[in-house]
């Protein structure tokens, strides 16, 4: 399993080879929740997979081969399928892969974490247990994470002193193993930022050693 941390492939790059067999590969950029969340229920399940760091502000021309509009995360698996839209990836990934399921058996349990997914704004007013789904992690959860994950970044975690099943939430996530397996040091994150805003393409290599 390759991992995250990988230099991004920009304009005049190279295309990656054919998926080995066994490994599905997604197109990644190390600080987009929508990526994230694609990461996280590949780790959650333990797929076998590698990690293509796309540079956003100089995206290689073979890339648009893999997604019209050149976004991402998008899955490719080693028949040449491409599956893009983070929460389609993350349904698929959890259909298609055996082991931990994430979206629930029951079709209403299933039906009502997509309800609640389309309701983002929402959410305080549907928590009643510790995680969304009930009492332990499911699918619905790690499609939230990322935003909360960035709150302290963007310096608005104080946005949800005033809801302590929210923070007792934020604090469970926190704990578990795979969410700490792709957590983002704030100091990278926050140097991210200062890159991308000043519109440079060396922004999403940001904190890599080599």
Known sequence: MSGDATRTLRKGSCPPGPVPEG?????????????????????????????????????????????????????????????????????????????????????????????????????LDYQNTTFFGGDHITMIDYLFWPWFERLDVYGVADCVDHTPMLRLWIAAMKRDPTVCALLTDKHIFLGFLNLYFQNSPNAFDFGLIC
């Not at 929460?87 to 209403?108: A, N, Q, S």
Request: glycine share 2%; net charge positive.
């Open 23 to 123: 490994l599905i590969r997604v197109y990644s950029m190390r600080f987009c929740p929508y990526s994230h969340r694609t990461r996280l229920v590949l780790k959650a399940k333990g797929i076998r997979h590698e990690v293509i760091n796309i540079n956003l502000r100089s995206k290689p021309d073979w890339y648009y081969t893999k997604h019209p509009f050149g976004q991402i995360p998008v899955l490719e698996n080693s028949q040449c399928q491409l599956i893009y839209e983070s929460v389609i990836t993350c349904e698929y990934l959890d259909d298609t892969y055996p082991g931990r399921k994430l979206f629930p058996c029951d079709t209403y349990e299933r039906a009502r974490q997509k309800m609640l997914l389309e309701l983002f704004c929402k959410i």
